[in-house]
Nanobody
Framework: QAQLEESGGGLVQAGDSLRLSCVPS????????IGWFRQGPGKEREFVAG????????SYAEFVKGRFTISREAAKKTVYLQMNEVKPEDTAVYYC????????????????WGQGTQVTVSS
């Protein structure tokens, strides 16, 4: 059974909005912080945004501040990444990740990864 299930990727045009969803398993939803990472063509995987298990604490990479918003649904703990004013450079596979810490700059701490969802932004 998948521990993290992502959805919401697709092909959009520059300036559009898109919302990604990550549904953690029941075990992960109660104790893990959830983050979004992305890996663009020919690039290394990088941190995008993270939220703690309660939904009270969020972190963002500088390049998405003001455009992306991470949130967590209180009941089912689904984590959303609302992407506004997307740019061609946002094209990447977006991965949901479960982290027992809030140290998002250390990918070695990630305990579980989702399968990834492709986001393609055309100019």
């Amino acid at each position: 059974q998948a521990q993290l299930e992502e959805s919401g990727g697709g092909l959009v045009q520059a300036g559009d909005s898109l919302r990604l969803s990550c549904v953690p398993s029941r075990l992960l939803s109660s104790i893990y912080n959830i983050g979004w990472f992305r890996q663009g063509p020919g690039k290394e995987r990088e941190f995008v945004a993270g939220i703690d298990w309660s939904g009270d604490s969020v972190s963002y990479a500088e390049f998405v501040k003001g455009r992306f918003t991470i949130s967590r649904e209180a009941a089912k703990k689904t984590v959303y990444l609302q992407m506004n004013e997307v740019k061609p450079e946002d094209t990447a596979v977006y991965y949901c990740a479960a982290n027992p810490t809030q140290h998002w700059n250390r990918q070695s701490l990630i305990r579980y990864w989702g399968q990834g969802t492709q986001v393609t932004v055309s100019s």
